[in-house]
């Protein structure tokens, strides 16, 4: 009895004491929207998967629930043709005013446009197909859950519509360097598929980091013979 008393008092002791516990109470401590986005999908948030808003959860375990493939398959022609990818969120990005970068860059190990075929992350619907000045010819998919997934800088496009289904896995395009410029810009910086991946919430769209997700689907790749 004894023992549970002091259990509660240790529970319901006042913020000084609560902060001199352990485990039970750090829990309790939420992750702030700016380590959310930052660091979605890592395993150190699926560790700590508790201390999220119930909102926030509910983005995780929906990304779960339909991400299923990297966007880039691997050839099987030729081991020469992989990719790269580094955490750039949020870095310094000068394209059409100074802004944080809002995705992760996954980079061609051969510098060519046209070669490197990318598919779909999950099933959805395309939601947005054609030119942007920035992200050149780009695509947005959006999944049953709302998710919105943006895939740009592309070189082509395959035999896909505006408002068509698609399933996960399904070929998108090439991987191009298309952008920063009016229609048909190429060439301003490196071959490279720019992954977005954005909530909306109340109007408001909430980007995310998908460096830790594309680390998790990397166990996911597609085999495609190209060279
Ligand atoms: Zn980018």
Redesign the pocket.
Known sequence: MVILLLALFTVLGTDKLTHMGTGNTEKKRKISDEDFRNEFFSDGMWERKEELSAQCRQYLMQVKREAVYFPVPESTLDTGLGTSYVD?WMGE?TYAGRRG?????IMADKNERGLYPVVSITDGVISNLGWLDKGGYRIGITTGDGTYYYY??LDSYANIREGSPVKAGELLGYMGDSGYGPEGTTGQFDV?L???IYFYRDGKEISVNPYHLLKFLENNKLKYAYS
């Open positions: 750039s990005r970068h809002e995705g992760t860059d740009a800088h490279h720019h992954l977005g």
